[in-house]
């Protein structure tokens, strides 16, 4: 893991003394099977304007807004000569701007930003202990998949930068997971980035933090000290661009150390969910993954209990397997079991049975009803005991009760005046 950040940080060194000789830079995806992309090609010249050479699929219909897009950016960045081949199979305007961008950038050393519209729906932010059942992973490079991920209804949506992108894209995918943040609708969903490993995922915050994002996955985490490397990040950014409200921090756990530190690394700050990363961590036991999850019992355990202790939710790893639906619903009601609040998915397909099997069966809201009635008699007559049928009820058990007739509320599963119906039988 260590030499996979290492090479990172030699390969981003060596694109930056690269883009100092660079007069040519390319950026993009193009291909079979590439849709809602482009790939651009710019080469800067010494004369003769600025020629612009577009192919795509929908020249007709938006080829005149997509001149006038690039134009725009020309001038945005003093760029007076120069050619533009643009191969478009269907890209929205912040998909071509991320891609022209991050040429430009690539070849003249500019810090400057052209940001699309902020879009006011997007506008934000989530709490601490909002429900996280669910969390769909996109690859940040790839804007086909992100464009319409709201609709399917995940608690969260992650906009990947790590293990799903080459580490030669990782540079322009920063420039299109920003403008995702921006211009993407995500119906509700919480705004979530995983960066790429600290120390070189710090430098992945200054294109996520200015622009509402809700939640940070911190990946291969192996000490509380990383989580203050990020969260110190975070605050010079805040401060410099006048942001106020909370970025949240979910650590991911991928290997032995990492959970000999989870509970250090669960009570660090702005931590509100740790998630377990069985792929990398049974990497690292020299052992193969399975789907009862043996081998890393161990691990799964050592992390819910540090949640618990610390006040966190616990979050499960993702099922790889996104054909085999009754494999992934015996995997998350082992994974509830345990004490899982949620965990990841990389289908939506997969979103439907992580929420119905994480949420409370009808046995369940039947046994906190009467947990909850009992407790609210008990206190309506001024008792400092609760009890139901011949069983004491500690604070404990009603708690979680309490939390379970929430949760079923929350889920559509139990009306909110459910007492009243209750005390009618």
Avoid at 65 to 85: G, K, Q, V, W
Avoid at 200 to 221: F, S, T
Avoid at 280 to 294: F, P, V
């Amino acid at each position: 893991m260590r030499s996979v950040t290492l090479h990172l940080l030699k390969y981003e060194t060596h694109l930056k003394a690269e883009a100092d000789l660079a007069t040519i830079a390319t950026t993009g995806n193009k291909g079979k099977g590439i849709r809602s992309d482009c790939q651009v090609t710019l080469e800067l010249r010494q004369s003769g304007g600025t020629e612009i050479r577009l192919t795509s699929k929908v020249k007709v219909m938006y080829g005149e807004s997509i001149l006038t897009l690039c134009n725009n950016m020309f001038r945005h960045y003093n760029i007076e000569h120069a050619l533009l081949e643009l191969d478009d199979t269907g890209a929205l305007e912040p998909v071509i701007a991320a891609r022209l961008e991050a040429a430009i950038r690539k070849l003249t050393g500019s810090t400057l930003e052209f940001l699309p519209e902020m879009l006011p729906q997007n506008n934000y932010r989530t709490e601490k202990d909002r429900d996280r059942f669910s969390r769909l992973y996109l690859p940040g490079n790839s804007p086909s998949l992100m464009i319409n991920a709201g609709i399917h209804k995940p608690n969260g949506i992650i906009l990947d930068l790590e293990d799903a992108v080459a580490v030669s894209k990782k540079e322009e995918a920063r420039f299109l997971v920003r403008n995702a943040l921006r211009s993407i609708d995500f119906y509700g969903a919480e705004r979530m980035v995983r960066i790429n490993q600290v120390p070189a995922g710090l430098e992945d915050l200054d294109y996520i933090v200015p622009h509402n994002v809700n939640l940070i996955l911190v990946p291969k985490c192996e000490s509380a000290g990383q989580i203050a490397q990020v969260n110190q990040r975070i605050d010079a950014i805040k401060a410099e661009k006048g942001i106020s409200g909370n970025i949240w921090l979910m650590p991911i756990i991928e290997s032995a150390l990492g959970v000999l530190k989870a509970h250090e690394i669960a009570t660090s700050a702005n931590v509100v969910a740790m998630a377990i990363g069985l792929e990398d961590y049974t990497a690292d036991l020299g052992t193969r993954r399975t789907n009862e999850g043996t081998e890393s019992f161990f691990a799964r355990s050592m992390v819910v209990n540090a949640c618990k202790a610390a006040g966190i939710q616990a979050i499960d790893s993702v099922f790889s397997d996104i054909a085999d639906m009754e494999a992934l619903k015996q995997t998350v009601l082992r994974s509830k079991a345990l004490g899982f609040d949620g965990m990841g998915c990389i289908h939506p397909r997969q979103i439907r049975v992580i929420h119905d099997n994480f949420a409370p069966d009808e046995a369940e809201i039947e046994k906190a009803k009467k947990i909850v009635n009992a407790f609210i008699e008990a206190t309506d007559k001024g008792l400092g005991v609760v009890s139901l049928g011949t069983k004491m009820i500690d604070p404990p058990v009603v708690k979680r009760a309490q939390h379970t007739i929430n949760l079923a509320i929350s889920m559509g599963r139990l009306q909110a005046d459910w007492r009243n119906e209750f005390l009618a039988v």
